[in-house]
Every structure is written in structure tokens, then in C-alpha cells.
């Protein structure tokens, strides 16, 4: 298929203190003009899965052990670092969380549009000039043959993260990675870059693979949703299905926690996930979300595998498994 | 840009005020004159012209009248005369000047290039065998004091394998033999001086240069550059370098005035004839006006260097040019 493919894809953390699972077996698949969110607490592995398709994994001492990451075809996790220099920025892009942060501050704006289109499309000059201005009124930044020659500090972070999406689709990507886009930006701002990325999407046809752990936003903006826990991923489907019918009970606890826009539970307490997140050297041996599960039992010694148990829909959890869909709902 | 710079301009003045009330009085409260050295070089006792000359020299009045005319003659840019070379200070100045500079600026060179680079390789080459040679290296060359540097520098090339000239600024038919054999020539003595003044810095300017490098390839946009497809070198040189280049410049500003002091031993060292020899011989023989006039004069300079060291900054850093 086209699109991305991510099979079985591991991820170690090599340190002084032995071989840290970072990832183990997720395998994520976004097909051409489709959404997939992955979300899931701090340090659950998202923003590493999004760093290993990249192949920008902090090596040492990061480094895939396992698994293909498929895009159109090709094994990115297999090509060589020569090879994944012309596919990165052109083939596949990234945006980040924090946009002012994200742009060289002694470099004009126009100097990093060009920059990529220099190297992917061979642009020079006034053509990449004349580009860049495109790009940059593509994203909606008014005023943009004068913007050209801003350097970053004189933008917004708004206009700063529209500058990071110009660059990222400068060269039409068949994926582009948004990792937790919106989070460093204002509310009002948050919805503005939202809808770019749909209309840009719409407009180009490629794939996103949303981070973020902003259900709200899942809501939004995605197809199909995957929640990762401890570097694994425990539950994925449809944003539909896995909204109303949380199979996981970390699934559960996570819109448990998420505050109703509504008036109806403004005076609700929210629900809270006893607990944190296990570090990545005590992991236990089975489940790594047990020791929080309220429905923890024997069997979850063991690792759970993720199995279907509505069509797309999969889950990894033995309390869940055979449980039909309605009654795990009421038991949420 | 020109606000800045009327500013620093001004800026210098009390500066510059600074450094010749003290100097002078430094040197008023130092013993012997030069009048001693002369009288005792001339073998003259005679009192009735000793007070003459006293008195030609103006050294019967009183400190603070003395202190004012020297201002008021430094103002007009002279720095007065000495009485050895017989000429006004400002010209000896001048004919030992070239020398300092050629050298200064050599020696800055390699500290550059040397430093830079190897700050530079062992950030991104950084915990392997590439960044603890250079780490040592820096070290070393930190810790070797520049005489020691250039007397065993001296043993080594100029010595045992007779690469370079043992001292001098250039041999002494060089004029005869056209531009270029002199260039050639000066280049061929210079190579030593520099390199035991430079490697100093160079060692400097390698940590400095390391530390920060390190610190900015840890930044976002950093992961942006590379997210972007551009190659490992083209992610240090274009986006690293760029950021990390103004510590090392403002510490070439700081450091041009100790390299301009640094040069009086390696001067001396290798019988260099420039600033740092004149200032050693004129200490020595007690000829205050052009101990006064080299100080004031490479205050002078060090302010003018610092003035374009800022205004380079606002060429380097967008940021500082909003403000």
C-alpha cells in the first residue's frame, strides 16, 4: 500500500545502566490523505516513534533494533543515512512543538524556505525567492514578500509554527509528522494552525500522523487513533469506535481525564489515573499499565496482545479481550 | 548602527582619560629617569645641566601640571619625544607598529582557524577519541606559558630540523631580492613568534568553541535543519557555527589587548622588532614617553577593536539589532 506503514518497530535506548525498551512492536499504518493521532501520557513513546520514522533518533543511544517503517514502498528504517537525506524534508517532514524555537534565529525567514527547496528541487535564486513567497501566503501569512526577510524573533509563534509547515510541505510530502503542533500556542491560534493542516492536507493528499495528547484534538483533526503506553501501543481504531467505546482501561482513564467542554460536567470531578508512568528500567514483566489497572488481574503477568475485537478496532489488554463492545463502554 | 557607534566613540574617551592619568602616575611613582640613564650613558655630572635639561623636558614642574600637558598634547596626537631615538614618540611608535601588527594578526588568524575548527570537530565528534586528542591538545597549549611554548618551539624547528630562522623579522638581504622574496622572507620568520603566540588562543578559543557548539547543537532548530534533509556538516556549518560564533567574538575583542601584551615576551623571545621589544628596551633604558605613548597608544586600539567588536555583533545576531 502507499501511505506510511510501520511494522513491529523497536526502538532500544543503549546506556550504561543495560538495553532500555524505548519502543516494542507498534506498527502504525496512514494511508494517503488520512489522519492517525497517536496520543498517550509524557514519555509514553510518541514523540520516539515520530523520531524514528524520521530516522532522527539521538543515536547514541537510541536505535531501531526491529522493525520497517514502509513509506511508498520504501524501508526507511533500512536506507542508508545518505539515502535518508533526500527523503527527509522532501519525501517525509516534520513540525514541532515549540515553533519559535524551532527556527534558526540568525537566519531570515526567507533563508530557511529556500534552504529546503534548494536542496530537494534544486531552486535557486529568484525562483526559490518567488517560491517561498507562494509558501508562505499558502500557510496564510499576509504580507509575505516582506515577511521573507523577517527573522523568527520577529514573528509570532503562531506565524512562526505557519513558517515550520511552509518549510515541511515546500516539497508536497507523502507524510508529514506533526509533533504535538498546537501545544506551545494560544487556544485561538491552536484552531487557526488546525485548519491549515487540514486544508493543506485536503489540498496535497498526504498523510499526517498527528502527536499529541490533546484528545480534543484527536477529535478534531483524526481519522484513526492509536494510544501508546510505555512504548507500546494498547489500543487503535477508528476515532469514533475508540471514543465511544474505550476497550483499554488506560484508553478509559485518559478520556476519563479529559475535561468536558460541556456544562453538564463542569461540576464533575475529573477522574484521575492513580499513579505514574513506570520508567523505562523498571518496567514490570507483563502488562506495563497492571500496577495502575483497576481491572488488573492474574493473567496480566503476561503481555497482552494486541487483538482485534471489532473490525480496525485492536486492543492489547486480557480484562478487555472477548468483552463486547457496549459492555466494556458501560464499564467506563 | 551610527548611534552605536557616536556612543562607544564617546564612550572611550574617559576611557582613554583613565588610562593616561594612571599610567602617568604609575610611572611618576616608578624610580629613576631617564635623565639617570642619559647622564650615566653620556658620562655627565655636571648639576648646572642636568637641571637644564630638567628643565627642557619639563620635568621641574609640577606632577599635575606635567599630567595636563600631557593630556592636552595627546589630544593633538603627540605623544611626545624621545630622547634615544630622537625622534617624537608617535613616529617610533609607527616604525615598530607594522612588525606588532603582522604579528598580532597572524597569531589571531591561526588562533581563529586552529580554534574554531577544532572546537568545532570536537563537538560534533564529541566523547570519541577526535574530542579528548583536541581536549588535550587545548589543554596543553592552555597551560604552556608562550615563552616556554616559543623557546621549545625554537629548539624544534628552528634548532634541530633549521626549518625557520632562530629569531628576526627577516634576513638581512631580503630587501635586496623584490616584494615577493620579502613577503617569502618575512612569512619564513613569522611562522614561529605566531604560532607560540597564537596557539595560546587558539587553545582558548578550541574550548570555548566546543562548549558552545555543543550547547547549540542540543537546540530545536537544530533537529529542524536536519528534519530537512541537509547533510550532517551543512547542519554544523550553517545552522551551528552561525550561533556559536558570537562568544568567540566577543572574546577576540577581550583578548585583543592581552594578545597585544602577550606579544611583548614572544617579541622578545624571538627578537621580534616591534611594540613588545620597543616597550621591553624603553623600560629598561627609562624612556618614559614612549612607555606612556605605547600604553595609551594600544588603549587606544583595544577600545577602537571592542567598538568594532559590538558592531560586528549587530551583523552576527539579528536579535541584538532589534533592541
Known amino acids: 500500500m502507499s501511505g506510511l506503514e510501520v511494522r513491529g518497530l523497536s526502538v532500544a535506548l543503549f546506556t550504561r545502566a543495560g538495553v532500555l525498551p524505548a519502543l516494542s512492536g507498534v506498527s502504525l499504518r496512514v494511508p494517503p490523505g488520512r489522519t492517525l493521532a497517536l496520543v498517550g501520557e509524557s514519555g509514553c513513546g510518541k514523540s520516539m516513534t515520530a523520531l524514528a520514522i524520521m530516522r532522527l533518533l539521538p543515536e547514541p543511544p537510541a536505535r531501531i533494533v526491529a522493525g520497517q517503517v514502509m513509506l511508498d514502498g520504501v524501508d526507511l528504517a533500512a536506507l542508508p543515512e545518505r539515502r535518508m537525506l533526500a527523503v527527509r524534508g522532501k519525501a517525509v517532514s516534520m513540525i514541532f512543538q515549540d515553533p519559535m524555537s524551532s527556527l534558526n ?11 529546503v527547496l534548494r536542496r530537494h528541487e534544486g ?18 501569512i499576509p504580507d509575505a514578500a516582506a515577511r521573507l526577510d523577517e527573522y523568527p524573533h520577529r514573528l509570532s509563534g503562531g506565524m512562526c509554527q505557519r513558517v515550520m509547515i511552509a518549510i515541511a510541505i515546500a516539497c508536497r510530502p507523502a ?27 485536503a489540498e496535497t493528499g498526504m498523510a499526517l500522523l498527528l502527536i499529541t495528547h490533546d484528545l480534543g484534538v484527536v477529535a478534531e483533526m483524526a481519522d484513526e487513533v492509536a494510544v501508546m503506553y510505555a512504548g507500546r501501543i494498547v489500543e487503535q481504531g477508528p476515532v469514533d469506535a475508540v471514543f465511544d467505546a474505550p476497550l483499554h482501561p488506560y484508553t478509559r482513564g485518559l478520556i476519563g481525564a479529559t475535561p468536558s467542554g460541556g456544562t453538564a460536567g463542569r461540576h464533575a470531578r475529573l477522574a484521575d489515573i492513580p499513579g505514574s508512568v513506570p520508567g523505562l528500567a523498571e518496567l514490570p514483566a507483563g502488562c506495563a499499565f497492571a500496577p495502575r489497572c483497576p481491572l488488573a488481574f492474574g493473567a496480566c503477568g503476561a503481555q497482552p496482545a494486541l487483538l482485534a475485537q471489532a473490525p480496525g478496532h485492536v486492543v492489547a489488554c486480557f480484562a478487555a479481550e472477548g468483552v463486547p463492545a457496549d459492555a466494556a463502554a458501560a464499564g467506563a | 548602527m551610527l548611534r552605536l557607534l557616536r556612543r562607544r566613540l564617546l564612550q572611550g574617551v574617559p576611557l582613554i582619560l583613565g588610562v593616561i592619568v594612571m599610567n602617568f602616575l604609575l610611572i611618576q611613582a616608578a624610580p629613576g629617569s631617564f635623565l639617570d640613564v642619559m647622564s650615566a650613558e653620556s658620562q655627565v655630572s655636571d648639576p648646572a645641566l642636568l637641571e637644564q635639561l630638567r628643565i627642557t623636558y619639563g620635568m621641574d614642574q609640577p606632577v599635575w601640571l606635567q599630567l ?5 598634547s595627546v589630544a593633538r596626537l603627540d ?13 617610533v611608535i609607527m616604525a615598530s607598529l607594522p ?12 588562533a581563529l582557524l586552529l580554534g574554531v575548527a577544532a572546537g568545532v570537530v570536537a563537538a560534533v565528534k564529541v566523547n570519541t577519541v577526535w574530542d579528548n586528542l583536541l581536549s588535550f591538545l587545548a589543554v596543553l597549549f592552555f597551560a604552556a606559558p608562550s615563552f616556554w611554548l616559543g623557546i621549545m618551539l625554537t629548539v624544534l624547528f628552528a634548532v634541530k630540523l633549521g626549518w625557520v630562522p632562530v629569531g628576526g623579522m627577516m634576513s638581512i638581504t631580503a630587501t635586496n631580492e623584490g616584494t615577493l622574496a620579502t613577503v617569502l622572507d618575512v612569512l619564513h620568520h613569522l611562522a614561529l613568534p605566531a604560532m607560540a603566540l597564537g596557539l595560546f588562543y587558539a587553545a582558548v578559543y578550541a574550548r570555548v568553541m566546543r562548549a558552545t557548539m555543543l550547547e547549540v547543537l542540543s537546540l530545536d532548530f537544530i533537529r529542524t535543519a536536519r528534519a530537512k534533509g541537509l547533510g ?4 554544523v556549518l550553517a545552522h551551528g557555527l552561525r550561533n556559536a560564533l558570537l562568544p568567540i567574538v566577543t572574546l577576540f575583542g577581550l583578548q585583543f589587548g592581552t594578545v597585544l601584551g602577550g606579544s611583548i615576551v614572544v617579541e622578545t623571545v624571538f627578537s621580534w622588532p616591534g611594540l613588545g621589544s620597543l616597550m621591553l628596551d624603553s623600560v629598561s633604558s627609562r624612556n618614559y614617553p614612549v612607555v606612556l605613548g605605547v600604553l595609551v597608544f594600544s588603549s587606544i586600539v583595544v577600545i577602537l577593536v571592542n567598538i568594532a567588536v559590538d558592531l560586528a555583533y549587530l551583523r552576527l545576531d539579528p536579535r541584538i539589532r532589534a533592541r
Not at chain 1, 535557486?124 to 501566503?137: F, H, I, S
Not at chain 2, 595636563?68 to 592636552?72: S, T, V
Open chain 1, 105 to 115: 534565529p540568525v537566519a531570515t525567514v526567507g533563508e530557511q524556505i529556500v534552504e
Open chain 1, 123 to 140: 531552486l535557486g535564486g529568484r525562483a526559490a525567492r518567488q517560491r517561498a513567497v507562494e509558501l508562505l501566503e499558502l500557510v496564510g
Open chain 2, 232 to 235: 550532517r556538516w551543512r547542519v
Open chain 2, 99 to 110: 612588525a606588532t601588527l603582522v604579528l598580532m594578526l597572524a597569531s589571531l588568524a591561526i
Open chain 2, 68 to 72: 595636563l600637558k600631557y593630556i592636552w
Open chain 1, 175 to 201: 507524510l508529514l509528522v506533526a509533533d504535538e503542533p498546537t501545544t506551545a500556542l494560544d487556544v485561538t491560534v491552536q484552531a487557526q494552525i488546525l485548519e491549515l493542516l487540514q486544508r493543506l492536507q
Open chain 2, 79 to 91: 605623544f611626545g619625544f624621545s630622547y634615544r631615538q630622537n625622534m617624537a614618540v608617535l613616529d
